[in-house]
């Protein structure tokens, strides 16, 4: 009986280990790594999941939260977006304005995960000093006819590894977008009012792309 | 009437002084999109052969690489205009009259210029933003680059006037069937699609102004840090909103 209760332990300790291994080797991996592997992983399993291709909103919102939430600080972002007026929110209003502007960034970035999964990435090698703490990662998307499409994660250090606090698709950063928005929203409605239009947002179904034909 | 229902949403934004009109503008070219524009296009993207669609895409953007040569030329990119003479002499040729697009297979990249770019680059600001009817998304600059454009479109010399008519209905087709996927995402996205379509214009031509790397919108530092002030809003909070404020305040005195 105690034998069992030491080995146990022993195992116990050692999972605790193996966490504290694996927290340490995602704090080392460089931000354009993690971006090429967290990439390469999403589209493998979209590739390969039948519920997804055929436009499973609850699955594909489940692995965006699984494989790509835990890369971004949402509490940076929020607070780049609400500016000025974030310093006006009460603890509480922070909370949920991280929280609902989360939930919509998911949603939004689901439905464009739906949408360019067959593209061709082009993985740009990272043009920063070792010792830099906040980078930007960029991913070519070639297009056909096109000129290529950049995607650009700002990305900073932080303790638990690399995290993207805004995302530029050709030249267009979500957090500056946002930042318009929420800064008219609240003029009118409060920051109550932008707590209150975001969440009335997020309750709509999620727009996927279903596979052709 | 319209135009004054559109002036009570006026948010005093100094990039947009005639938003009440551009508003309006919006409104009615979102109803010819939503009428006309955009089932067509779906039509097209449902019934076409996707080979077929990217020949009609490729035939296009190859008349357009001459003047994206020119353009680019005017801006003083000799390299780049090199490129773009390159990629419309081997894809009028081998390309079979740009329908496939074999000099970006070789790796002579696509560009993207256009007069109102030119303008930007040597100095022209934005300007007002403006909705146009039917042509949508502009600013004063940009709309003079346009005029110019549309002069030199090879579409607009060909003749006869029923084949030249034909090729812009095509195009524009064309064009909006690409897009299908992006309005998707802007449905997902926006509070506003007023705002986020013009923020997303501006933003977006004021990066290809810069051929994609434009100073940045707010400095490194306006970020927390390393060390994760999520958790501790203390003194780099102060620093933080400091910089926003700065940044809030450049983006209104432009």
Redesign the interface.
């Known amino acids: 009986m105690l034998k069992a209760s030491k080995g146990i332990l022993a195992l116990g300790s050692a999972i605790a280990g193996l966490f504290v291994a694996l927290a340490a080797i995602a704090q080392d991996v460089p931000p354009d790594v993690l971006v090429k592997n967290v990439t390469l992983e999403v589209i493998d399993i979209v590739s390969k999941d039948k519920d997804i291709q055929s436009g499973n909103q609850k699955k594909i919102v489940d692995l965006v939260e699984a494989k790509v939430l835990p890369h971004f600080?949402f509490?940076?972002m929020t607070?780049?977006a609400v500016?000025?007026n974030?310093?006006k929110s009460t603890a509480e209003q922070k909370k949920q304005l991280t929280e609902e502007f989360k939930t919509?960034l998911v949603?939004?970035y689901s439905?464009?995960l739906t949408?360019?999964r067959d593209q061709k990435f082009d993985f740009r090698p990272l043009r920063a000093k070792p010792t830099d703490?906040?980078v930007t990662v960029q991913v070519r998307i070639?297009q056909?006819?096109?000129?290529?499409v950049?995607l650009e994660y700002?990305m900073?250090?932080?303790?638990?590894g690399w995290k993207a606090?805004d995302v530029?698709v050709?030249?267009?950063?979500?957090v500056?977008?946002y930042?318009?928005?929420f800064a008219?929203?609240i003029?009118t409605s409060g920051i109550d009012g932008l707590i209150k239009?975001?969440a009335a947002?997020n309750k709509g179904p999620?727009?996927v792309?279903a596979e052709?034909k | 009437m319209a135009l004054s229902a559109g002036c009570a949403t006026t948010?005093g934004?100094s990039r947009d002084p005639f938003e009440g009109f551009n508003r309006t503008m919006y409104g009615f070219n979102q109803a010819v999109d939503e009428a006309v524009v955009k089932p067509v296009s779906k039509a097209y993207k449902?019934a076409l052969p996707e080979l077929v669609q990217?020949g009609v895409?490729?035939f296009f953007?190859?008349l357009a690489d001459i003047f994206i040569g020119v353009n680019n030329l005017l801006q003083g990119k000799v390299i780049d205009a090199a490129n773009d003479g390159m990629r419309f002499a081997l894809n009028t040729t081998i390309g079979g009259l740009g329908v496939l697009?074999w000099a970006?297979e070789m790796g002579l990249?696509?560009?993207?210029e256009d007069f109102g770019q030119t303008f930007g680059r040597w100095g022209v600001s934005d300007g007002p933003y403006i909705v146009w009817p039917l042509l949508g998304s502009s600013t004063v600059r940009d709309s003079v680059g346009e005029v110019f454009d549309i002069r030199v479109d090879p579409v607009r010399n060909h003749e006869p006037i029923v084949a030249r008519n034909a090729m812009y209905l095509t195009r524009v087709v064309s064009k909006r069937a690409?897009l299908l996927?992006a309005s998707?995402?802007l449905?997902?996205?926006?509070?506003?699609k007023y705002?986020?379509t013009r923020?997303?214009y501006l933003?977006?031509r004021?990066?290809?102004i810069f051929d994609?790397s434009?100073p940045r919108?707010?400095p490194?530092a306006?970020?927390?840090?390393?060390?994760?002030?999520?958790e501790v809003p203390g003194n780099r909070?102060t620093v933080?909103?400091a910089s926003?404020?700065g940044?809030?305040q450049n983006v209104e005195g432009k």
């Not at chain 1, 056909?144 to 290529?148: A, I, M, T, V």
């Not at chain 1, 050709?170 to 979500?174: D, F, N, P, R, Y």
């Open positions: 600080n509490t940076a607070r780049l500016a000025t974030w310093d919509l949603r939004t439905s464009a949408t360019y703490t906040d070639a056909s006819g096109r000129e290529p950049m700002d900073e250090k932080t303790p638990s606090y530029r050709a030249g267009v950063s979500l500056v977008n930042r318009t928005e008219n929203e003029r239009g975001l947002k999620v727009v792309k052709k | 948010n934004d449902e990217t895409r490729n953007s190859n697009d970006s990249e696509k560009h993207n690409d996927d998707r995402i449905e997902e996205a926006a509070l506003d705002v986020f923020d997303s933003q977006r004021r990066s290809l994609g434009p919108e707010f490194r306006a970020n927390p840090g390393p060390t994760g002030a999520a909070e933080l909103s926003a404020q940044e809030l």
